[in-house]
């Protein structure tokens, strides 16, 4: 193997994958990453077999070939590199890499590219065809609501069905819930239904560049894997096995109190709250209150035992029983953060069920969160 | 203006105690601790024993394997209790910035006394001596990680069978220059598993911390980096704080014959929880940590923690909780002594409640119904068919 290839792209490469580097893995050749010619262009790998990443760039190739290389020596040799051209030559006898760069002239050892997990091919004539930009604000909306505790799989997953052009995707973490639908401009033939880690789906998110790009998404019959392909990257990822919560059953369908709420005097609410709140149990109380022939307002109070106490009151157009509910308010300000519409509407029925938020103008994201319970 | 902070660290506690009762142990090699038999391990032993390689925390088969003429003396806890209580009352004469931080340690904050903090801590090692025959290091500093630092080198100084009784001051300016060429595990916080890690990444000296870059030591150490950093500079703003007792609801159990029978012992602690349980909502408090104690027949004791992700009041949680802390330490036959359970972080009632998991809300109802039966016929009205065998048979303490 032998080329060149500039060095800001190069960095940029190593950038989208090596955050698929297992660092801790007890197979060395897991904290490589794989360097091949392919095709005209130079491609990056790296995998931690739940999460591969692949990035190609341009290069100039004198003579094929593939090596890994230790993730983190390369990435900090090539972020240090001098000059604008990076020639990097295999020496397959002591499997080393030798990188030379203006001045610069090392030699790293590597291991052998066999070594390193095959990633599949996709067959993209089978595959989903979306939308970055709308697929990445999807992800955006529902992403978060999944669930960090290791002890529970399918929870740490994102839902995603297709059926037809309707596509949904949905998280949660048993105390919320995030539905995000969606419109395929082509309807497909077969019907998805996969439960993809939502690490996976937000590292796609991060190394899928904006723009009139497509993501093709393929899922092979039965290989528990989902491959996420566009123009310089590709991402594969195991998929959770497991049932995932039926949540249609459990978003409740009508509610007493209707509030609509301006979304920036809401987030503001909770950010000015929770800096209190997070000294204690995180609580914020909702004080919805109507007012006969006229608009309504939500009292938002918090208080703890150490830092003090505060109240922040928000004018709103309320419809149905006043009501005093209380809420994890991080949970609030993350989904107010993505709600993306000027107005909010709450929808709640009594302090022990379940909150609705969603945009208003725009059903095709809804939010339930479970209220919290005060002895 | 610099600080004026104390370490003091009463030496070989257990074994001076035990001195004062039987003074022919003076200057013999002995150890306090659990019987060789019972897999017992030292709990402190003189400094005669320790020329022999004996250190705390050694199984005490390995110990007598080291030295066979060491002589193994059964622990007197109450007495040690009582007499850390006399040791800390005359160290809070001095000053009322105390905090106590184990059994036989304890940091103070003199910077408003006039005197030298050198001729202070000279005082007060002679005061806890001459009224209580206990000797003590003392480390002076300007900071607590300092003065920590500087007993355990006083102590490290310190060679023969008698106590060290030193007192060693760091002046305020020195720091970084006592600390650099130590060795890496002398760090407050650094233990032989992590002083692994040091060495393998070529710091073996506190000082070889100051020579990597922060980025460096972040990608090693996360977000420990940047304390390491302050600390291998001898900086700690930590201020000497009175440690609230830790606020929480528990209750023991001394069995009246050592009991190694799982039924029976696990049927305890569940009887145990659900006492804790009805006080906290008695209270109307819950707790996220839950806890327990294990006292041997050795009179060793351990104890267990765990911390949830919610606070809880409820039997079943600190049950399921305690009984699994429980079972972690304990191997079939095993027999016990004393078993205890606790919450502590404790504070108001809030529960998230789960969109997928209703057994909080049945278990609230059931548990509500319950207290509010007890409350009006008596305890023995209603319990659980799993706790209605007799169980009087051990004393309740």
């Known amino acids: 193997m032998k080329l060149t290839v500039s060095q800001a792209q190069l960095a940029h490469g190593l950038g989208v994958v090596s955050r698929a580097v297992s660092p801790r893995s007890t197979l060395p050749v897991l904290n490589n990453i794989l360097i091949a010619t392919d095709e005209g262009r130079l491609r990056l790998s790296a995998t931690n077999l739940e999460l591969g990443i692949t990035c190609w760039i341009g290069a100039q190739i004198e003579e094929e070939g593939s090596i890994t290389i230790p993730a983190r020596i390369f990435a900090d040799l090539v972020s240090t590199l001098p000059g604008d051209k990076v020639s990097l030559a295999l020496t397959v006898r002591t499997q080393s890499l030798n990188i030379r760069c203006g001045t610069s002239n090392f030699d790293i050892k590597g291991i052998d590219a066999q070594e390193f997990p095959p990633m599949p091919i996709p067959d993209l004539a089978s595959g989903v065809e979306l939308n970055v930009a709308d697929f990445k604000d999807m992800i955006r909306q529902v992403g978060f609501a999944a669930s960090a505790d290791e002890a529970r799989p399918v929870l740490q997953g994102v839902l995603m069905e297709i059926n037809e052009n309707q596509m949904s995707l949905a998280a949660t973490d048993g105390f919320r819930i995030a539905v995000r639908n969606a419109e395929l401009s082509n309807a497909i033939a077969n019907p998805v239904k996969v439960i993809i880690p939502a690490r996976s789906l937000g590292e796609l998110a991060r190394i899928a560049t904006d723009g009139n790009e497509t993501v093709t998404m393929v899922v092979p019959q039965d290989r528990g894997q989902a491959i996420f392909h566009m123009k310089d990257a590709e991402l594969v990822t195991q998929l959770i096995e497991g049932n995932f919560p039926d949540y249609r059953a459990i978003l409740p369908r009508t509610f007493k109190t209707r509030t609509i709420i301006s979304t920036t005097e809401f987030l503001k609410a909770c950010r000015q709250a929770e800096i209190i709140a997070r000294e204690g149990n995180y609580v914020i109380r909702l004080k919805i209150q109507p007012q006969e022939g006229g608009p309504g307002a939500v009292e938002f109070t918090t208080q703890s035992e150490e830092m003090g106490s505060g109240e922040v009151v928000v004018d709103a157009n309320i419809e149905g029983p006043e009501l005093l509910i209380a809420f994890n308010v991080r949970f609030l300000s993350e989904v107010l953060e993505v709600i993306g519409t000027p107005n909010t509407i709450l929808e709640t029925n009594a302090n022990n069920t379940p909150g609705m938020l969603s945009p208003v103008g725009d059903e095709s994201y809804k939010h339930v969160i479970m209220p919290m319970h005060l002895g | ?397």
């Open chain 2, 1 to 397: 203006m610099s600080r004026k902070i104390l370490h003091v660290d009463l030496d070989a506690f257990f074994c001076a105690v035990e001195e004062k009762f039987d003074p022919s142990l003076k200057g013999k090699a002995f150890a306090t601790g659990g019987s060789p038999e019972g897999r017992g391990v030292v709990t402190s032993c003189s400094y005669a024993a320790r020329q022999h390689g004996i250190h705390s925390a050694m199984p005490m088969i390995q110990a007598l394997r080291k030295y066979p003429e060491l002589l193994v003396v059964r622990g007197h806890y109450k007495d040690y209790t009582d007499f850390s209580r006399q040791v800390m009352a005359i160290i809070r004469e001095l000053t009322p910035l105390v905090e106590q931080i184990s059994i036989d340690e304890a940091f103070l904050d003199v910077t408003d006394l006039p005197q030298e903090a050198v001729e202070i801590a000279r005082d007060l090692q002679k005061k806890i001596y001459d009224t209580l025959g206990l000797p003590c290091s003392i480390g002076v500093a300007s900071n607590k990680l300092m003065a920590k630092i500087a007993t355990n080198i006083g102590k490290s100084r310190h060679t023969g069978s008698n106590y060290p009784m030193a007192i060693l001051y760091i002046p305020p300016g020195t720091e970084k220059d006592f600390l650099a060429p130590l060795p890496i595990n002398e760090m407050w916080g650094i233990g032989p598993k992590s002083a692994e890690r040091f060495r393998a990444l070529g710091i073996e000296k506190i000082g070889d911390i100051l020579k990597y870059p922060l980025p460096w030591l972040q990608q090693h150490f996360g977000k420990f980096a940047s304390d390491l950093l302050e600390r291998a500079q001898g900086i700690d703003n930590r201020l000497v704080e009175e440690y609230e007792g830790v606020k929480s609801v528990s209750n023991e159990v001394t069995f009246f014959e050592d009991l190694g029978d799982r039924q029976l012992l696990l049927r305890t602690i569940r009887g145990i929880s659900e006492k804790v349980g009805r006080r906290l909502r008695h209270k109307a408090l819950s707790g996220k940590t839950v806890r327990v104690k294990i006292r041997w027949p050795n009179f060793e004791t351990i104890t267990r923690q765990i911390t949830l992700p919610q606070p809880t009041d409820q039997d079943k949680v600190i049950y399921e909780t305690a009984s699994t802390l429980f079972l972690k330490e304990w191997k079939p036959g095993k027999k016990v002594r004393l078993i205890g359970v606790g919450v502590a972080q404790i504070g108001d009632d809030y529960q998230q409640l789960s969109l997928l998991d209703h057994s909080y809300e049945k278990e609230k109802n059931l548990l509500d119904a319950l207290d509010a039966l007890h409350e009006r016929f008596g305890k023995d009205a209603i319990q659980k068919g799993i706790q209605s065998d007799n169980y009087r048979s051990w004393k309740d303490a």
